[in-house]
T-cell receptor
Framework: DQQVKQNSPSLSVQEGRISILNCDYTNSMFDYFLWYKKYPAEGPTFLIS?????DKNEDGRFTVFLNKSAKHLSLHIVPSQPGDSAVYFC????????????FGDGTTLTVKP | EAGVAQSPRYKIIEKRQSVAFWCNPI?????LYWYQQILGQGPKLLIQFQNNGVVDDSQLPKDRFSAERLKGVDSTLKIQPAKLEDSAVYLC???????????FGSGTRLTVV
């Protein structure tokens, strides 16, 4: 049973437009959510996170929204740039073991010039 | 700050052979993780160390996988004997405490033939 799901394997957007990546989770014990970005042949890089006590966290062009009732979060990238083309992983943790993250299978974002 | 170092970058072995991976975390990071990422999937936690003690190894196939972190710094992950389904990228990550979010290494890509 996959506890973190990214239902869109891929997303293609035009440069300058908004990219929206979605993530759903099933485990109500999750209380912290993270997004990682991964380029080919590199390890994932931490991008942005949000605690369950918030519904929005913003960092420059990146904003993460959390809807606890729907067990859904999304990552918004505005404006999208070609350098944002990568695989984006959603991950979730609980305070029973803050270090242990459960990952989704990723969404490949392609930003076209 | 130097990142998480892993070696080798690539390894090809035949099934039933043994293999070992090495990880050197960021200096001062007490928590170290080994993740397995199968192609097309998200990373899955194999084992988590806090200093040289195991915090979580619930998803480690202990009949063939073993890991150690001597002196609470470097770590090795071993597979013996390897199976075809062990073909994956093995990612090491570290964090300063059992903190949310961590730094990954570039990984070791294992191919079992």
């Amino acid at each position: 049973d996959q506890q973190v799901k990214q239902n869109s394997p891929s997303l293609s957007v035009q440069e300058g437009r908004i990219s929206i990546l979605n993530c759903d989770y099933t485990n109500s014990m999750f209380d912290y959510f993270l997004w990682y970005k991964k380029y080919p042949a590199e390890g994932p890089t931490f991008l942005i996170s949000i605690s369950s006590i918030k519904d929005k966290n913003e960092d420059g062009r990146f904003t993460v929204f959390l809807n606890k009732s729907a067990k859904h979060l999304s990552l918004h990238i505005v404006p999208s740039q070609p350098g944002d083309s990568a695989v984006y992983f959603c991950a979730a943790s609980s305070n029973t073991n803050a270090g242990k993250s459960t990952f989704g299978d990723g969404t490949t974002l392609t930003v076209k010039p | 700050e130097a990142g998480v170092a892993q070696s080798p970058r690539y390894k090809i072995i035949e099934k039933r052979q043994s293999v070992a991976f090495w990880c050197n975390p960021i200096s001062g990071h007490a928590t170290l993780y080994w993740y397995q990422q199968i192609l097309g999937q998200g990373p899955k936690l194999l084992i988590q160390f806090q200093n040289n003690g195991v915090v979580d190894d619930s998803q480690l196939p202990k009949d063939r996988f073993s890991a150690e972190r001597l002196k609470g710094v470097d770590s090795t992950l071993k597979i013996q004997p390897a199976k075809l389904e062990d073909s994956a990228v093995y990612l090491c990550a570290s964090s300063s405490q059992q903190a949310y979010g961590y730094t990954f290494g570039s990984g070791t890509r294992l191919t079992v033939v």
